[in-house]
């Protein structure tokens, strides 16, 4: 499985960011899809993560960010409004097949103040 992420950028405080993913080599549709972040210094930490019928979200990005997914395409997008710096990191694309986990090599966001 390849997952290939976009719209990682720089960005003023207060603006908007979409990242994608886009996974392929399955024949199956991912039981989840989502993303992850680690910011320097810190450890991975869960962002968003759709379901099949929900989602799960960080307290720290509930109300900001959205996570979707199109099952069509097997890509699951982040939608990123009313960015903050503390919400820079490289943010990684995560799936899950099952017990099968993988992950994208990660695309950096960075908001200035």
């Known amino acids: 499985v390849q997952l290939v992420e976009s719209g990682g950028d720089l960005v003023q405080a207060g603006g908007s960011l979409r990242l994608s993913c886009a996974a392929s080599?399955?024949?199956?549709?991912?039981?989840?899809m989502g993303w992850y972040r680690q910011a320097p210094g810190k450890q991975r930490e869960l962002v968003a993560i759709?379901?099949?019928?929900?989602?799960t979200y960080a307290d720290s990005v509930k109300g900001r960010f959205t996570v979707s997914r199109d099952d069509a395409k097997d890509i699951v997008y982040l939608q990123m409004n009313n960015l903050k710096t503390e919400d820079t990191a490289v943010y990684y694309c995560?799936?899950?097949?099952?017990?099968?986990?993988?992950w994208g090599e990660g695309t950096q966001v960075t908001v200035s103040s």
């Open positions: 080599g399955s024949k199956f549709r991912p039981d989840d």
């Open positions: 759709s379901h099949v019928g929900d989602s």
């Open positions: 995560y799936v899950r097949f099952d017990f099968r986990k993988y």
